[in-house]
């Protein structure tokens, strides 16, 4: 049964930085790629990472390119986003989420994932 459990959320503060944790089970995790997705409340889903199952190259949406980084740890099942100089419109609950083909390198759209976590919740306020 495949299990994705996100954690690290929680409060930071403008410009301030959190690191948010995926471990996946129940599938080789070595093999698909993985992103992570943000959804705001009353707006819609944002892609906002994807990274390869080798962890050789990476996506980001322009809105935290150059703040956020995806990583892996293919020994430890698990997917990392790390997220510096927050800012007051990155609040949302975020998702980790597996891609549902392993031959694809990476997956961007919302259909080509099978598998979401339970988000976990950032909060960005002074």
């Known amino acids: 049964q495949v299990q994705l459990v996100e954690s690290g959320g929680g409060l930071a503060q403008p410009g301030g930085s959190l690191r948010l944790s995926c471990a996946a089970a129940?599938?080789?995790?070595?093999?698909?790629?993985m992103s992570w997705a943000r959804q705001a409340p009353g707006k819609g889903l944002e892609w906002v990472s994807g990274?390869?199952?080798?962890?050789?190259?990476?996506y980001y949406a322009d809105s935290v390119k150059g703040r956020f980084t995806i990583s892996r740890d293919n020994a430890k099942n698990t997917v990392y986003l790390q997220m510096n100089s927050l800012k007051p419109e990155d609040p949302a609950l975020y998702y980790c989420?597996?891609?549902?083909?392993?031959?694809?390198?990476?997956?961007?759209?919302?259909?080509?994932?099978?598998?979401w976590g339970q988000g976990t919740q950032v909060t960005v306020s002074s």
């Open positions: 989420v597996k891609c549902a083909s392993r031959v694809q390198a990476m997956c961007l759209k919302p259909n080509e994932h099978d598998y």
């Open positions: 129940g599938f080789t995790f070595s093999t698909y790629p």
């Open positions: 990274i390869y199952s080798d962890g050789s190259d990476t």
